[in-house]
């Protein structure tokens, strides 16, 4: 099993920064492709970016292209995710997810292991 603990998220104003991360530990080098996604209040879960084992592909959702930025640092087995200019959209939980694939994840169905989630919240 893989344990993923997210921090990082809270409470900014629209147009301010914050920068997740999400530690993975436990059969760590089972973990391949890792990312995040979010989920509003009566919404789907929504894929949000995603990056390979090695880091060299990465894919985002339109809605964060040019905002959201992802990275890995597979010597401390952590993802981060930096937001810049959030809008209050960008508003939900954000979970971290790991996959056992070494290919691109973007659908939730196919996720080994979600983390707890974090809260953010953008205010207007």
């Known amino acids: 099993q893989v344990q993923l603990v997210e921090s990082g998220g809270g409470l900014v104003q629209a147009g301010g920064s914050l920068r997740l991360s999400c530690a993975a530990s436990g059969r760590t080098f089972s973990v391949g492709s890792m990312g995040w996604f979010r989920q509003s209040p009566g919404k789907d879960r929504e894929f949000i970016a995603t990056?390979?084992?090695?880091?060299?592909?990465?894919r985002y959702a339109d809605s964060v292209k040019g905002r959201f930025t992802i990275s890995r640092d597979n010597a401390e087995n952590t993802v981060y995710l930096q937001m810049n200019s959030l809008k209050p959209e960008d508003t939900a939980v954000y979970y971290c997810?790991?996959?056992?694939?070494?290919?691109?994840?973007?659908?939730?169905?196919?996720?080994?292991?979600w983390g707890q989630g974090t809260q953010v919240t953008v205010s207007s």
């Open positions: 997810f790991a996959d056992k694939s070494i290919a691109i994840v973007t659908t939730p169905g196919r996720v080994d292991y």
């Open positions: 990056i390979t084992l090695s880091g060299g592909r990465t």
